[in-house]
């Protein structure tokens, strides 16, 4: 990309003194992959349907203007704040593309260097990557250290299933509960299945969303020789961000595997009478509907038919269920980035949640999981609503 930084001067107001002619900037933005700006008539739908409205001031439709024009200030906080949780892009009657547009300007920003205070973790995310596959920093060595106690196998030919159960179950001490119920069921259930533990390396859906496609690339390659060799078939992921990654996007590199998401999966083999439900689960609870499992990829009603044949559970909805679900705020790399309290989309969801009645929210991401664990933390709602994943309560009753 021949686009010399120091020829733009970005302004701390919302304004853009640009010496560059407008041309090159808006040609850079189409070779990011940003031609879509140009089809905005600004109606303003975009800005209606965007979470952030509710708790902050931020125009998707000004960003999109801005972009088109080639007036973007590639330094500030608003280019970082999409979750991609989707909302906008199917309701848009011009087709912008939203998500793609936003991320081609993110492209620009990462490949200058160019970060907002908010956004700089991303940096430091993409030096763990690089060096042990993971936004952790942790080593990868220690990638299966969650099986500790299990009898999880190294994948082998053969096996039925790869299960991939990502970095945060790999690595945070709570979704590593998910991962080791996980792992619980398909034993009990028989399944053949196996790890690859440190030969697995991020997907690389976030990182992407953030910019920096020479990382997804690397990873994505990576990840898909890996299968490749080790003859996989079928993936099983706990990560809608996994499930949307492997089977949309790697098929850019011309490789197709079977993904299932693991409440699909539960579903299945319950229903094929694999996996018998033999205990009750009293109470009432609520499901929340992951960005990325419902509206990114219309899987809705698996994990609430799986919850229904739950003896004792009832099952409530919030205000805002399936396709209209609240994003928790941790998609678009947003998980690695801090929004200051009263402006956290899981708050929000929090609340809804309770207003429920529900003992415990249920969900089946772990970004959500995180973003909701926090939240409840820090809005002292400990006694009020307990936080789950649909394996933790399916490890309860069979």
């Known amino acids: 990309m021949n686009f010399d930084r120091r020829k733009i001067r970005c302004k701390r107001e919302k304004t853009l003194e640009t010496v560059t002619p407008l041309g090159e900037i808006i040609e850079v933005i189409k070779e990011s992959r940003g031609s879509a700006f140009s089809r905005c008539f600004q109606c303003g739908l975009c800005d209606s349907l965007c979470p952030w409205s509710r708790v902050r001031d931020?125009?998707?439709?000004?960003?999109?203007?801005?972009?088109?024009?080639g007036l973007i200030d590639i330094g500030s906080e608003e280019i970082w704040l999409c979750t991609t949780c989707g909302k906008c892009p199917p309701e848009c009657p011009r087709e912008v593309k939203q998500i793609e547009s936003g991320i081609a300007l993110r492209r620009i920003a990462s490949e200058y260097n160019v970060f907002h205070n908010?956004?700089?973790?991303?940096?430091t995310v993409r030096g763990s990557l690089s060096g042990e596959g993971n936004p952790f920093n942790e080593k990868r060595e220690k990638r299966s250290a969650w099986t500790d106690g299990l009898s999880v196998k190294s994948f082998v030919r053969g096996m039925e299933i790869l299960y991939f159960p990502g970095c945060y179950p790999c690595y945070d001490p709570r979704l590593k509960k998910v991962a080791q119920a996980t792992?619980?069921?398909?034993?009990?259930?028989?399944?053949?299945?196996?790890?690859l533990g440190e030969r697995e390396n991020c997907c690389g859906e976030s990182i992407r969303k953030t910019g920096d496609e020479e990382m997804f690339i690397r990873l994505a390659k990576e990840n898909i020789k890996t299968f490749i060799d080790h003859d996989v078939k079928r993936i099983l992921v706990t990560s809608p961000h996994c499930y949307h990654t492997f089977r949309n996007e790697y098929p850019e590199f011309s490789a197709h595997f079977e993904i299932v998401h693991i409440a699909q999966y539960l579903f299945e083999i319950v229903n094929a009478g694999r996996l018998e439900i033999r205990g009750k689960y009293p109470g009432k609870v609520t499901y929340h509907d992951p960005c990325y499992l419902g509206r990114h990829n219309n899987i809705f009603d698996e994990p609430r038919e799986l919850l229904r044949k739950i003896p004792g559970l009832e099952l409530v909805e919030m205000a805002e269920s399936h396709k209209n679900s609240l994003c928790c705020g941790g998609g678009g790399g947003r998980i690695w980035m801090e929004t200051p309290r009263g402006q956290r989309f899981s708050e929000i969801r929090m609340e809804q949640a309770i207003q429920t009645g529900a003992e415990e929210l249920v969900t089946c991401c772990p970004y959500c999981i995180a973003m909701f664990e926090e939240s409840r933390i820090s809005m002292g709602a400990d006694d009020k609503i307990r936080v789950k994943d649909i394996?933790?309560?399916?490890?309860?009753?069979?």
């Open 58 to 69: 931020f125009s998707m439709r000004r960003l999109v203007r801005e972009a088109a024009f």
């Open 118 to 123: 908010t956004s700089k973790p991303v940096r």
């Open 183 to 195: 792992a619980k069921i398909l034993e009990r259930a028989g399944v053949s299945f196996g790890i």
């Open 391 to 398: 394996t933790e309560i399916i490890e309860e009753v069979i």
